[in-house]
C-alpha cells in the first residue's frame, strides 16, 4: 500500500501549514461558534432584502399573471427559462466535484467539496422557481406530478421533454441532498462534540444523527459515498442533457440541434466553476481558511474553466459552421439574427462570444490562473457571458419567428421580471451565508483523510514510507 | 437494556492503532468497535469486518425504480388511458429512458440512504453513547469489550502495552447499535492460554 499511497512530490500540498487533526477542527469550526461578524450580517441583510423584493415580484405575477413580464406571444420564454438554466447549469459544478472526482481520485476536490455541494442545492432550489411560477396559475403545479386524479385520470405526456425535466430535477435535487447531508453528518458530529453551549450541542446533537464515528459506519459510509458518487455522475450529464432537450427536441430553428446535450454540459460545468471560484475566493478570505483554500485549487479549477470554456467556444463555432453547411434557409437566418451586427440582439451574441470563448483565454498563463484578483474578475465575466449564452439561444431564436408579422418588437423585460431574477440571487445569498455561518464549509473528514498524505508538512515525511515494499507496509498495517 | 462494560482506550495516531488493533486481536480480546474521526482505510479489515452489502441494496433499488417507471408508464400508455398523442407510438422505448434512469437513480439514492440510516441506527434525535468527545476531532478510540472472564486491569494494561494514550473503563447500555459486530468478527487467531478474554 505504500506504493500506491505515493503522493508525487511535484504535486503542491493541498492543505498548507503545520496542521495536526486538531487544528483542522479548530480552523473550521471556529467560525461556527464565533459570533457572525458585522461583514456577514451586511451580506445576510443584503440577500434577505433581496430575497424579499423576489417575493413581492412573484407575488405580482401570481397575481397578476404572466403579463407582469413583458413576454409576449413571439417571445414566450425570456428571462425566466434564460435565468431557470442559467441556475441549473450553475449547480453542476458542485456535482463535478464532489461524484466525477471523487471517481478519480482527486485529492484537491476536498478542500471545496462541501460548499460547492451546498451550492448545487441551492441554485437548483433557484432554478426549480422559474418554470414552476411561469406555469402562470402556480397553484395547478402540482398537475405535473403523476397522480392518480379525479380528471380521469388524466396522466401526464410521458413523451415530453418538460416532464423529463421534472423527474430530473427533482432527482438531481433529491440526490444531491442525501449526498451533502450525508457526508455532513460526521462533521456535524464533530461539531456537537466540541460544543460547549448547550443549545449548541442539542441543534448538533439532532443535525448530526447520533452519529459516532464506528469503524463500520465509517465502512458503510464509504461504500455510500462512492456509489451516490457513480449515480451522481451520470445523473448530472443526464440532467443539463434534458435541460438542452427542452430546446433540441423542439422544431425552432437554433434549437432544434444535436449538438446541445454535449453543449450544455459543458457550459454547464464552465458556469459552476466559475461560481464555486466566486463563492470559494470570498468565503476562504471571510472565514480565513487560506490553508485549506490554497491557490493550487484556484489553479486547478481555472484549468477547467479554460478547458470547458473552449469546448463552449467550439460549440458555438460548430453551430455557425453547421448553419452553413445544412444550407438550410430557416437555420442560416437564426444564426444571421444572432451574429449579424445589424440585427437588435446581435450585441448579446458578442457579448456572450467575448465572455466565454476569448475571455477564459487568458487562463492558459499560469501566472494569471493564479491570480486571485484576476480569477474572481473573471469568475463574474464567466458567468455574465452564460446567462447571456441562454439569452441568445432562447431569445434570439425566437423573436423573429416564421411570419415577419409576427416578429417581436424589441424585448426589454419588466422591472418585475429583473426582481424575480434579483429575488433569486436573494434566496441563494441568504442560503449560502445561513450555511457558511452553521455548517462546516469545508469537510472535516476529508481534509483529515488527505492531512497526512497532500499537507505541507508531511509531504516530506514520506520519504521512508515511499521506500518500503507493497508486502512490507501490508505486513505492518494490515492482515487478511 | 443490559448494561455492559467496556474497557477504552486512546490513541492519537492512526500508525499506532493499526498494529495495535492487530496486537489486541491477537490477544483474543474482543474488540467492540473502534471510534475514528475519519474513514482509515483497511481498519475494517483490520479488525475482521466483513464488507458492507450496501452497495447489493442499491442495486436492487435500482433495478425496482427502473422496473416501476417502465411499467407504470406502459400501464399508463397502453391500459389506463391510452392517449393519443400526435400519432406517437404508444411504447415509445426511447422517449421512456429519460424518466426511467432518472426513477432508477432517485430509487437506488434514496433506498440506500434510508437503508444505511437503518443499519447505522442514525436519525434524529437518536443519542448514543460516546465513548470519547474527541474521538470526532482527533482521537482513535479502541473499545474493548469485558466478558466474564475479562480481568480490567490486565485490559487496561494491555493497551497501554500498545500504545494507547489514555485509557478507563465505561459502563454502557447495550442495544443502542445495530451492528453484528459479535457476528462480523472474526477472531484473529484462537485465544491462546495466556489470553484473558
Not at chain 1, 17 to 22: E, N
Amino acid at each position: 500500500m505504500a506504493l500506491l499511497r505515493y503522493e508525487s512530490q511535484v504535486r503542491e500540498p493541498l492543505v498548507t501549514g503545520a496542521k495536526t487533526y486538531h487544528d483542522v477542527t479548530e480552523d473550521i469550526v471556529r467560525p461556527i461558534e464565533a459570533a457572525p461578524s458585522r461583514l456577514w450580517k451586511i451580506g445576510f441583510t443584503i440577500s434577505v432584502l433581496l430575497l424579499l423584493f423576489g417575493v413581492y415580484s412573484v407575488y405580482r405575477e401570481v397575481v397578476y399573471g404572466i403579463g407582469e413580464w413583458n413576454l409576449n406571444k413571439t417571445i414566450g420564454w425570456g428571462w425566466d427559462i434564460t435565468n431557470f438554466v442559467w441556475w441549473v447549469g450553475i449547480g453542476h459544478a458542485g456535482t463535478l466535484i464532489s461524484a466525477i472526482l471523487l471517481l478519480f481520485r482527486q485529492g484537491w476536490r476536498t478542500g471545496v467539496n462541501r460548499a460547492a455541494e451546498a451550492m448545487t442545492i441551492f441554485a437548483v432550489m433557484c432554478a426549480g422557481q422559474f418554470p414552476i411560477f411561469h406555469m402562470g396559475r402556480v397553484w395547478m403545479a402540482f398537475f405535473v406530478l403523476p397522480y392518480p386524479n379525479s380528471r380521469g385520470p388524466l396522466w401526464v405526456n410521458f413523451n415530453s421533454p418538460l416532464l423529463w425535466d421534472v423527474f430530473a430535477i427533482s432527482t438531481y435535487f433529491t440526490v444531491s441532498l442525501l449526498f451533502w447531508y450525508a457526508g455532513l453528518l460526521p462533521d456535524l458530529a464533530t461539531v456537537r462534540d466540541r460544543a460547549k453551549v448547550k443549545w449548541r450541542k442539542n441543534l448538533y446533537g439532532v443535525l448530526s444523527f447520533g452519529w459516532t464515528g464506528s469503524t463500520k459506519h465509517w465502512q458503510r459510509h464509504e461504500a455510500l459515498s462512492l456509489v451516490l458518487a457513480g449515480l451522481s455522475t451520470p445523473l448530472v450529464l443526464s440532467v443539463h442533457t434534458i435541460v438542452s432537450f427542452d430546446f433540441a427536441t423542439s422544431v425552432i430553428p437554433g434549437w432544434h440541434t444535436t449538438i446541445f446535450p454535449p453543449y450544455f454540459v459543458a457550459g454547464a460545468i464552465f458556469s459552476g466553476f466559475a461560481m464555486v471560484q466566486t463563492l470559494l475566493i470570498i468565503t476562504r478570505k471571510v472565514l480565513n481558511l487560506n490553508d485549506y483554500i490554497t491557490m493550487e485549487h484556484i489553479e486547478v479549477m481555472n484549468k477547467v474553466i479554460v478547458l470547458t470554456g473552449s469546448i463552449v467556444g467550439i460549440a458555438y463555432i460548430t453551430e455557425l459552421f453547421i448553419s452553413w453547411y445544412g444550407q438550410n434557409p430557416y437555420e442560416m437566418a437564426a444564426f444571421k439574427n444572432r451574429y449579424d451586427l445589424s440585427t437588435p440582439y446581435a450585441w448579446s451574441y458578442w457579448l456572450m462570444m467575448s465572455c466565454n470563448v476569448i475571455a477564459p483565454q487568458f487562463f492558459w498563463f499560469r501566472k494569471l490562473r493564479r491570480n486571485i484578483i484576476f480569477t474572481f474578475f473573471m469568475s463574474i465575466i464567466v458567468n455574465v457571458g452564460m446567462w447571456f449564452e441562454r439569452f441568445v439561444i432562447i431569445v434570439t431564436s425566437i423573436y423573429r419567428d416564421y411570419l415577419p408579422s409576427s416578429w417581436s418588437t424589441y424585448y426589454t423585460p419588466s422591472v418585475w421580471e429583473v426582481g424575480f431574477y434579483l429575488g433569486t440571487f436573494g434566496l441563494f445569498f441568504t442560503c449560502f451565508f445561513a450555511f457558511a455561518k452553521y455548517f462546516p464549509v469545508i469537510a472535516i473528514a476529508e481534509i483529515k483523510h488527505i492531512l497526512k498524505k497532500n499537507g505541507e508538512s508531511y509531504k516530506d515525511n514520506m520519504g521512508e514510507e515511499e521506500k518500503a515494499t507493497v508486502e512490507h507496509f501490508t505486513h505492518e498495517h494490515a492482515h487478511h | 437494556m443490559a448494561k455492559k462494560k467496556f474497557v477504552v482506550g486512546c490513541f492519537d495516531d492512526e500508525k499506532v492503532l493499526f498494529p495495535a488493533v492487530k496486537k489486541v486481536r491477537k490477544a483474543g480480546y474482543k474488540i467492540h468497535d473502534v471510534y475514528t474521526p475519519f474513514p482509515i482505510h483497511g481498519l475494517d479489515q483490520a479488525m475482521g469486518l466483513r464488507d458492507t452489502s450496501l452497495h447489493t441494496a442499491g442495486f436492487i433499488y435500482g433495478i425496482t425504480g427502473t422496473t416501476t417507471a417502465l411499467t407504470f408508464m406502459s400501464w399508463v400508455f397502453n391500459k389506463d388511458w391510452p392517449l393519443n398523442i400526435g400519432g406517437k407510438p404508444h411504447f415509445p422505448l426511447p422517449a421512456f429512458i429519460p424518466i426511467t434512469f432518472e426513477l432508477t437513480v432517485l430509487f437506488s439514492a434514496v433506498g440506500m440512504v434510508l437503508t444505511f440510516c437503518y443499519l447505522c441506527q442514525l436519525a434524529p434525535f437518536v443519542k448514543k453513547h460516546h465513548f470519547h468527545a474527541r474521538a470526532t476531532d482527533d482521537l482513535f478510540v479502541m473499545v474493548l469489550e469485558c466478558t466474564s472472564r475479562t480481568n480490567e486491569a490486565d485490559a487496561k494494561a494491555f493497551l497501554e502495552s500498545v500504545g494507547a494514550k489514555e485509557i478507563n473503563v465505561q459502563e454502557a447500555e447495550d442495544g443502542w447499535w445495530l451492528g453484528r459486530y459479535a457476528k462480523d468478527q472474526k477472531l484473529y487467531s484462537t485465544p491462546s492460554e495466556n489470553s484473558l478474554a
